[in-house]
């Protein structure tokens, strides 16, 4: 079955079924090859897909030589640092933060947690006075704390904001304008999470990495580090097909050499290198996602493709 006999009868089978989807589309590395709506167009938040794009800042700015993998967090923001800190915090790394390997050993500052105040109005103060539970680099544990720690970490080096950064940097080159972007209290663009995009743009950042960071023949990020963060560089507890591993703020995929960008509630860009093909969807925060769209993606569309 064709490419695009596979995304229609996923179509068919999703409206079907009735499943929570607002839209999916397939790419390759230069176009849009089919978008379908369930619902209207709108740029909505895609939630931890967020940290792929800050991952890809990050990166820009080690090729730049402004941060290094072997940076310590301690070294960025040494007023932060408590008289009694724990040795261990002074080991953790830019690279721990990157692969969710901090040793803070607990999901800090999540969406909810925002919300409820969590960590304010001092998200910095606030991590460097946690217990390091770990061994930086031992353990993974999913957290959008190591994510923002980390785009702090680059504010501190490059002297800009992250959502500048990446304006000057990502989102300008993409034709992406300035996307709507949750800050913490004091300013600064959450690397965890919060940015808002419509599927196609969303979609665009798959589009890059499937290039080895090209985008429409203007270099974003370089082919190395594209392949370092979408590369698995730690393990992860395996609790369905989908926890493969981790990278640099990407998760990896059941298929051949594939890899995602993955937010909350369906927020998804999967990369089939091997077939020359990005695949995006956006979902509702409501509807039984991790039971209904999860099998129907990977039976019904991402498995058939890379068949």
Known sequence: MSQ????????????????????VAIADGDRVIEEHRFTPSLARNIYSHT???????????VEEGLLSLDDRLVDAFPEYVPDDAQPKLGRITLRHLLTMSSGFNHPY??????????????????????????????????????????????EQATGERLGEYLFRTVFSKLDQGFPM?????????????????????????????????????????GEEWVRMASSKQIDIPVTNIWTCGYGFQFWMSPYPNAYRADGAYGQITTVLPDQGLVVAVQCPETGDFDNVVRPALHEHLLLPLCV
């Not at 940290?51 to 700015?61: F, L, P, Q």
């Open 109 to 154: 500052l999540m969406n909810e947690d925002r919300r409820a105040g969590t960590g304010a109005p001092d998200y910095m103060a606030y991590m460097l006075t946690r217990r390091v539970e770990r061994e930086p680099g031992s353990e993974f544990c999913y957290s959008s704390a190591d994510s923002d720690l980390a785009g702090r970490m680059l």
């Open 181 to 221: 972007w949750e800050a913490d209290p004091q300013g600064h663009h959450i690397a965890g999470g919060g940015i808002h995009m419509t599927l196609t743009d969303m979609l665009k950042l798959g589009q890059v990495y499937l290039n080895g960071g090209v985008w429409h023949g203007r270099r974003i990020i």
């Open 4 to 23: 695009i006999n596979v995304f229609h009868e996923f179509i068919r089978y999703a409206e079907q079924e009735h499943l929570p989807i607002e839209g």
């Open 51 to 61: 940290k792929s794009y800050a991952v890809t800042g990050i990166g820009v700015a």
